[in-house]
């Protein structure tokens, strides 16, 4: 049910709401757009700037910013990346529409709106609960928290403003963690992706031979490829040792180094600066036969 804030003069093309909205016809309204066109509703709201607070849009740039650190690595990075962040879920009925969704949208107090609706009108689990926490900025409302529902009740542990400053810890951390970077860089090698690889190489690429040549690697280099599967049959073959874990602080030129490869902390990330192909693989001992 369409909360009747929402009221009958807000036509699906209407102009951006009043500075005087009230806040459940602010949310209201967004919706209304969004279900009949995300895409137009994300354009006209959200790229326009007129929905999100300054201070929640701050932490949205920082996330950005920690993201474009792990850009590298295969594992999604990015507070809105994993789903519908408006919808919260990842699937929903093709057919949905305000009208079937049961959107509903209930003022709590002067600056906070509860959202109900269905992302499947038929399924009584599909069920969203959200509230929006919302603040005065330039004379109109723009949102400052989205907190999800949790048995029944709002917790600001549950909010997007504390996901954000979380993963943005956890991204960051990464950046500086080395062994985050081996873990990368040593699963590209045993599945052979000289691509992934690449991502983690600072070129031009020190490479050194057993023949004790050392030479520059390029970005492309059409060498990575063969360069990848002599690694990976020399250092992750059966018999082999893992590689150890590297350590070494994150700070700007320090090297830490495990097996064949050398990792340079530079411009605030671990990257790969040297493979020295010289360094023999450590191989287990064999067992002693019984009697």
């Not at 956890?170 to 990368?184: C, F, I, K, P």
């Not at 690449?198 to 970005?219: I, M, Q």
């Not at 360069?227 to 602080?249: I, M, N, W």
Request: glycine share 6%.
């Amino acid at each position: 049910m369409l909360m009747a804030v929402l009221g009958a003069t807000l036509a699906p093309c209407a102009a951006a709401p009043a500075p005087d909205i009230a806040p459940a016809a602010f949310i209201g309204a967004f919706y209304r757009d969004y279900f009949a066109d995300p895409a137009a509703a994300r354009k006209r709201h959200v790229d326009g700037g007129s929905f999100y607070s300054s201070g929640l849009l701050t932490l949205m740039a920082a996330n950005r910013a920690a993201c474009a650190k792990t850009r590298r690595q295969d594992s999604k990075c990015g507070w809105n990346v994993d789903g519908d962040e408006f919808l919260h879920t990842q699937e929903r009925d093709p057919a949905l529409t305000l009208a079937s969704s049961g959107f509903a949208a209930k003022a709590v107090g002067a600056a906070a709106v509860d959202v109900t609706f269905r992302v499947f009108p038929n399924e009584p689990e599909s069920q969203r609960a959200v509230r929006y926490l919302l603040v005065r900025e330039n004379g109109q409302w723009r949102v400052d928290d989205v907190i999800d529902e949790e048995k029944g009740a709002y917790s600001s542990k549950n909010g997007l403003r504390r996901y954000i400053v979380d993963e943005n810890r956890y991204a960051n951390a990464n950046a500086l963690d080395v062994a985050e970077a081996a873990r990368w860089v040593n699963a590209f090698v045993q599945s052979e992706s000289a691509q992934s690889f690449a991502r983690f190489a600072a070129f031009p690429l020190t490479v050194c031979d057993t023949t004790g040549g050392c030479v520059p690697y390029k970005e492309n280099d059409a060498r990575l490829p063969l360069l990848v599967r002599t690694l990976y049959l020399s250092y992750f073959d059966k018999g082999v040792l893992p590689l150890p874990v590297p350590r070494g602080a994150a700070r700007q030129g320090k090297v830490a180094r495990s097996g064949p490869f050398d990792y340079r902390f530079q411009q605030g990330q671990w990257w790969l600066s040297r493979v020295d192909l010289r360094r023999a693989p450590v191989r287990q001992k064999q067992a002693l036969p019984a009697r």
